[in-house]
């Protein structure tokens, strides 16, 4: 898919935006790009020293994922100073679209203060859903990376079966785990015991869980709390996905002696190139879905 004369901004982020920014210059689109130190580009990349810059005549601006930490600041893992949103925002062009991960009521609310339309990446199920790829095999890489034993044949739990959840449990029973998976959602419980998982409700969590030797949290709340974590065996693992705050009561588990790894943009640590792609292909979807409104 190649569309004709659109400019393109890359502001912030992380690796992800710097092989996009590279993907999109080496297909012939014109792209600028402001927020990163240090950083080689590829030479048709136009690298800018202001804000106004690159903002302003783009037809498509493009924020990092997630987009803010505090919702007051873009996300920069390779600048210094601060970006604030506000500035960002002031010099995008009437009816051009910002688009970015995890748009908070917080960030919306800055950006209805101007005239161009907002499109969060990780609300699209294709981007959700091919995501959680790289989530999941960047969950194992670390799983193994911490634990002297092996996953398969170890007793493994995966709390929560939304996209993520669903993609890292099929990964972990093709490695031959002894796989739990737990939702309250009956269908999500029809759907795992369908799958030849077994099935565990969150009601019954606490009476089950010093059996695993690895736990997986997907859910975006408090799952493992202290009272819970007080019962993971000795030499278990927890891998936490979940976006912060995350899943678990991390002071709970350094006073437990528990290893409990926060595990967040994962895609962006372990394999860039595939998840700049995954972002790559949403980008031109949503464009073509808006057509000639752009």
Known sequence: MKFQNIKFAVIGGDLRQIKLSNFLAREGYEVRVFGFNGIDF????IVSNTLPDVVFNADIVIGPIPCSQENVTLYTKYYEPSILLEDVFKYISKD?????GRITPEIQRIANHYDFKVVDLLA???LAVLNAIPTAEGAIQYAMENSDITLHG??????GFGRCGKILAHKL???DAQLTVEARN???LAYIKSYGYRSLHLHDLKDNIASFDFIFNTIPS???DRERLKLVKKGCVIIDLASKPGGVDYNAARELSIKAISALSLPGKVAPESAALIIRD???SVYSEMGVIL
């Open 173 to 175: 029973k093709g490695l």
């Open 124 to 126: 699209r199920e294709e």
């Open 282 to 284: 949403t980008i031109f």
């Open 96 to 100: 051009k679209v910002f688009m970015a």
């Open 186 to 188: 009956p269908k999500d």
């Open 222 to 224: 408090l799952i493992l």
């Open 154 to 159: 170890s007793q493994c739990l995966v709390l």
């Open 42 to 45: 590829e030479e048709n990349v």
